[in-house]
């Protein structure tokens, strides 16, 4: 490892100095020189040079209190500043030699620091950085001409002079007349420098503008400039929230121009998007651009109209294409059928909630009685009676006396705990000690948890036995119970699994009513096979997920939340493989069913799809590793940082690192304070607390409430947040925040809090990446304005690989640099921790972006490629189909075919040829399936779909015939199949119909047992995994299960009624008559609509706002519809009730049969 450089400061010299000085104990002097040593890179030399020159200003002063605060005052400004020791301040002097001009009065210092803080760069500045700048990849000649090109157009705005081969001159000049009229205000030096060199490429650029220096303007001005040359101008935003506000900043820029502009979030209406993407330019957030992308050209509903994709331009760039270039967009597709999982869900989490971590290395669980665990571990040759262990117990005293002959009588395990609830562990040991001398096949390893709570085993024995390797660890708890230990997750994964497994039950089977399993439709056990592992995976780690952290309860839904990047809510996501299911078990609210995924845009997959016409703007795009990761996804991209028009003040306190959350807490809540505290040199500051989670700023809240009045929260995009994004920050205002203040935030201040430094940014925690933490910091200091920020972070916070990372490099550090190490640790701490910390991050950063490249985007691309091909095969089927009644179910059984095909068959490493290959002959069985009037898969639900669809046609014969094919493939799950088949039967009135229509509907009453019990299942499960007693029903997810059972409760009822009508039809030599309703009349209009708490939801429907309409969607007043909504699905698209028609003549006939019958 290279040898690691430290600077070392030399106090001795200033703090001599500041002693010597006659200062009259005045601490703030002593803080504030250190703090331009420690935060502003003065050298030692520089400050006490500077401290001379200021105490001999007013050494000689009578009024020497107020001599004093000028000089706090001055050596605030200087830090608030960021003015260095060779800073040119005023008449090529630095700022000791201003204060040693015996010529310059006290206001004149004051006045030329004041002066200082106004000044804006020149062309010649500007352009002399951007050479400097490491990202700069921008060649000289390029630079000449964007030079000419801003000189002419700043000097003489309306009438730019030299040659302009190009015309962009005389465009740059409409531009910025344009942006003067609308806005008030003229483009920036730096402003026009960014859009020139937009301008002048040929392929795409990404471009670093500081944060608050205008990004927005330079993105409508390149866009405008681009539609004027006719192409389709794509402006993405890394939220919906920033593309709205961009828009309605500069609709009257393009209006203006005459270039139409519109935006495309908030349109869900075919019709409102296709005019939409009529215009020159549209804003919209990378999700939305994606998803409707797929609605074109998915599913056919050709919103994009002919735009093509000409140019994108992309804010926060490194947000979209790194931190969220993985990021799937889908267009949900219902697949009924996954609602038949639902009780596995609640199986596995039931069966997960068994286990529980004792110290950071042991896992316990499942629990059973110690006598399970015995008997399980017994192996001897021919039939062996459990009795022998029980009587073995008796003996020696484990259970008391008669047990064994009271089990004999009743074996029940009612009876079995009464007799081992009171089972001391020193006696069970001894119990074990007697079953392992009996049986060889037996070696446990007996734990209980002492006083102090630490595991202890009570039986133990010599290491390096010839059976150590086989004992059985478990922990005793009390009542009988013991729970098998585990010194790794891969043993926890593998008997959850064989757990999981024994309690599963697939059809076609007959259900049995005296044991509790989980009855799985035959169809999914392919599926359920080659994910169950992964689910049972993605249990445990939901269980270890937070609310208020990775993610929050939004009314009745689980919402995911961005923490580690933009703090931001994703009202539109959920997480995939159980995930979300799992997490709505854990809260108990209302359930969803799994998505297949059919259909799937990256932000990878749509940017590349502009083919070099990607353009990106950010204020953060990192370090060298990220650039090369970016032009190595997308080719022929080059970079350039802008400079600040203003000289940059914004600096970074010595930060702090500690292992003790408390000490943590306490520095962030004295840090607080001490900003909004005014002092003698300046008044309260703002203050912006940024927290790694929701619950964390929460408890900062209340931590800081009672010593700080302003405070106001800012962690939901959700709510209502114009008290922070839309007014200015006073003084003694305090922000407590995510990273949702961070990415995309302006705040504003007002002129006093600038003048006491601007606002104060605290960030709480390490940041994953040092373009997250620069743009928190971004949020002050902007636009020239005074700002500073401090990073105070605990190391318990940190992930166990960082925490290693960290250590190590310290210890390599000390190793090489001892001497220095000790001295520097007892002078600046902080910094070298602070240091330390963010070195190591970097390596995690960049183990990321390797595997980002390596592993995850080959992967992510790889679905794209067979997605597209699957779309090409897909456009056969609409060509073949476009005019049959089948058409509609035919594609939406393909698509499930391919849904479940990348589920199951989707291996990341088969090549993409051997996959393409694959697929096309998976997907050609499949469509000749069809063809042949065959469902792809032996999902009975395909059948229904084309029963349906020929019986809207009239076609009854074949409707039944592909009823029936559904009953062949599993007649456990088919009620549904054989209603719709009863009613084709119904409406033929062929020979002995009523006969052939009753059969169906008893078959259909047999089968809806099977529904019913899917429902008992899942409550039953979910209760395990909680305290909550059985018969306690008031949860959302027992309100929503308990109306899926009213549903069919319903619907039996309807089965029932026919049923009766048929039979004395039947029994009377009579007809029926057909009456076919929606299926919304299965259900009592009392139930359909609940008046007493139905109306205030169907009012709140009433708003604009979609997330607040889906929201008032989930309330338990809709659970009907959705019910009925999830059968309309499944095939029942209508219900039927019977009138009963007699006729003398039937009924003669009938009582004739009978007679020639009982001949």
Request: include cysteine; charge should be negative.
């Amino acid at each position: 490892m290279a040898s690691v450089i430290i600077a070392i400061p030399s106090p001795n010299l200033l703090d001599e100095t500041l002693n010597s000085c006659s200062f009259e104990n005045d601490s703030d002097i002593h803080e504030l020189v250190k703090a331009l040593v420690k935060n502003i890179q003065w050298s030692a030399e520089n400050a006490t040079n500077l401290l001379k020159v200021l105490f001999k200003r007013i050494e000689k002063k009578e009024d020497r209190v107020n001599a004093q605060l000028w000089m706090k005052t001055v050596l605030h400004s200087i830090q608030i500043n960021y003015i260095t020791p060779q800073l040119k301040v005023e008449e090529g002097k630095t700022i000791t030699e201003l204060i040693n001009d015996k010529y310059k009065s006290d206001d004149d210092i004051s006045s030329a620091l004041e002066r200082l803080s106004q000044i804006e760069k020149d062309i010649e500045e500007i352009f002399e950085e951007i050479r400097q700048q490491p990202l700069n990849q921008t060649d000289e000649s390029v630079l000449h001409k964007v030079k000419d090109i801003v000189s002419s157009v700043h000097k003489c705005p309306s009438a730019p002079s030299g040659p302009d081969p190009d015309g962009l001159k005389k465009i740059l000049s409409e531009l910025c007349k344009a942006v003067k009229t609308t806005k008030k205000w003229e483009p920036r030096l730096t402003q026009m420098v960014s859009w020139c060199l937009l301008a002048l490429s040929e392929s795409g650029w990404l471009i670093q503008v500081g944060t608050g220096e205008g990004k927005s303007c330079i993105v409508a001005m390149f866009a405008a400039y681009r539609a004027r040359k006719g192409h389709n101008v794509d402006i993405l935003s890394s939220s919906s929230v920033l593309a709205e506000r961009d828009l309605e900043e500069w609709h009257h820029f393009y209006k203006k121009l005459k270039i139409t502009v519109d935006c495309n979030t908030k349109k869900a209406e075919p019709d409102a998007l296709k005019r939409c993407y009529k215009s020159k330019v549209v804003y919209g957030s990378a999700q939305s651009f994606a998803g409707d992308y797929l609605r074109h050209d998915f599913q056919r509903e050709g919103v994009r109209g002919e735009r093509h994709f000409d140019c994108a331009i992309v804010d926060e760039v490194d947000s979209l294409m790194l931190d969220k270039g993985l990021q799937m967009v889908y267009l949900s597709s219902e697949m009924p059928t996954m609602q038949h999982l639902n009780s596995l869900w609640a199986l596995i989490w039931s069966i997960v909630n068994q286990y529980h971590h004792e110290g950071s290395e042991i896992t316990v669980g499942p629990f059973t009685t110690f006598f399970h665990v015995i008997l399980k571990h017994i192996h001897v040759d021919g039939d062996f009676d459990k009795f022998t262990i029980f009587q073995m117990a008796e003996d020696i005293g484990t259970i008391p006396k008669g047990s064994v002959a009271d089990l004999r009588r009743n074996s029940d395990d009612e009876v079995l705990l009464t007799k081992i609830k009171n089972v001391d562990a020193h006696l069970l040991a001894k119990f074990m000690e007697t079953v392992e001398n009996t049986f060889p096949s037996c070696h446990f390893a007996l734990h209980i948890k002492n006083d102090k709570g630490e595991l202890e085993e009570l039986n133990t024995r010599e290491q390096g036995g010839e059976n150590d390797k086989q004992r059985v660890p478990f922990l005793y708890v009390n009542s009988g119970f013991c729970g098998y230990m585990h010194s790794n997750m891969e043993t926890v994964f593998i008997t959850a699994e064989e757990i999981i497994k024994a309690n599963l039950t697939f059809t076609p089977c007959n259900i049995n009513q005296n044991i509790i399993t989980c009855y799985i439709p035959g169809f999914l056990r392919e599926l359920i096979n080659s994910k169950l592992r992964v689910w049972i995976e993605n249990a445990f780690h939901a269980k270890t997920m937070t609310l208020g952290h990775e993610y929050i309860l939004e009314g009745d839904e689980i919402v995911p939340v961005d923490y580690s990047c933009t703090g931001v809510v994703e009202n539109n996501m959920k997480w995939s493989d159980g995930v979300q299911q799992f997490l709505e078990l854990k809260h108990e609210t209302k359930m969803s069913n799994m998505s297949v995924i059919t259909n799937f845009m990256s932000n990878v997959g749509l940017f590349q799809k502009y083919q070099g016409q990607l353009y990106g703007i950010t204020g953060t795009l990192g370090n060298q590793l990220e650039i090369e990761t970016l032009q190595k996804l997308y080719t022929g991209i080059k970079t350039c940082e802008i400079p600040t028009f203003k000289r940059r003040k914004l600096f970074e306190i010595e930060g702090l690192v500690t292992g003790d959350e408390e000490e943590w807490k306490q520095k962030i809540c004295s840090v607080v304070e001490s900003q909004i505290i005014p002092t003698s040199y300046r008044s309260p500051r703002a203050v912006l607390v940024i927290c790694e989670t929701i619950n964390r700023a929460e408890a900062f809240c209340a931590a800081l409430g009672p010593n700080v009045p302003n405070i106001k929260p800012y962690t939901n995009n959700n709510k209502d947040n114009t008290s922070v994004t839309k007014q200015n920050l006073k003084a003694g205002d305090v922000i407590v925040a995510t990273n949702l203040a961070g990415r995309g935030t302006d705040l504003k201040v007002s002129n006093e809090v600038n003048n006491a430094g601007g606002m104060f940014v605290l960030q709480t925690f390490l940041p994953e990446n040092a373009r997250v933490e620069k743009q928190a910091f971004g949020r002050t200091g902007r636009q020239g304005n005074p700002g500073s920020s401090q990073l105070i972070i605990c190391t318990n916070h940190m992930s166990e690989t960082l925490k290693n990372i960290m250590t190590q490099l310290c210890s390599l550090i000390q190793k090489e640099e001892e001497d220095h190490v000790m001295q520097y640790n007892s002078t600046r701490a902080g910094t070298f921790q602070i240091n330390m910390a963010k070195k190591s991050r970097d390596i995690v950063v960049s183990n990321k972006l390797y595997q980002y490249l390596k592993n995850h985007v080959p992967k992510l691309l790889k679905k794209e490629e067979l997605f597209s091909d699957y779309v090409k095969l897909l456009e056969d089927v609409h060509t073949t189909y476009n005019d049959s009644k089948l058409h509609g179910s035919l594609v939406s059984s393909l698509n499930e075919t391919w849904g479940m095909w990348l589920l199951m068959s989707f291996n990341e490493k088969d090549s993409t040829e051997d996959l393409k290959t694959k697929l096309q002959t998976d997907m050609q069985k499949a469509k000749q399936r069809l063809d042949n009037r065959l469902a792809p898969t032996s999902i009975t639900h395909h059948y229904v779909l084309f029963g349906n669809a020929l019986r809207s046609s009239d076609n009854l014969s074949e409707s039944s015939d592909s009823y029936t094919k559904a009953m062949q493939e599993d007649r456990c799950w088919v009620a549904i199949a054989l209603y719709n088949r009863a009613l084709n039967t119904l409406k033929r009135k062929d020979s002995n119909y009523i006969t052939g229509a009753l059969e169906d509907l008893e078959n259909a009453v047999e089968s809806l047992e099977f529904y019913q019990n899917l429902i008992v299942n899942t409550i039953v499960y979910s209760k395990l995994a909680t305290t909550t007693p059985l018969t306690v029903t008031n949860n959302r997810l027992d309100k929503q299960l308990t109306t899926r059972r009213q549903v069919l409760e319903c619907l039996k009822d309807n089965i029932n009624e026919a049923i009766g009508k048929l039979k004395r039809a039947r029994d009377m030599g009579g007809n029926v008559s057909v009456d076919e309703k929606l299926i919304f009349f299965l259900v009592p209009i009392y139930c359909l609509i609940p008046l007493e708490d139905f109306g205030q939801p169907v009012i709140r429907l009433l708003t604009s706002d979609v997330r607040k309409r889906q929201q008032h969607l989930n309330h338990s007043s809709f659970d009907i519809l959705k019910e009925l909504q999830a059968l309309q699905c499944l095939g029942m698209t209508v219900v039927f009730t019977l009138d009963t028609v007699f006729s003398l003549g039937g009924f003669l006939s009938k009582i004739l049969k009978l007679k020639l019958q009982s001949k």
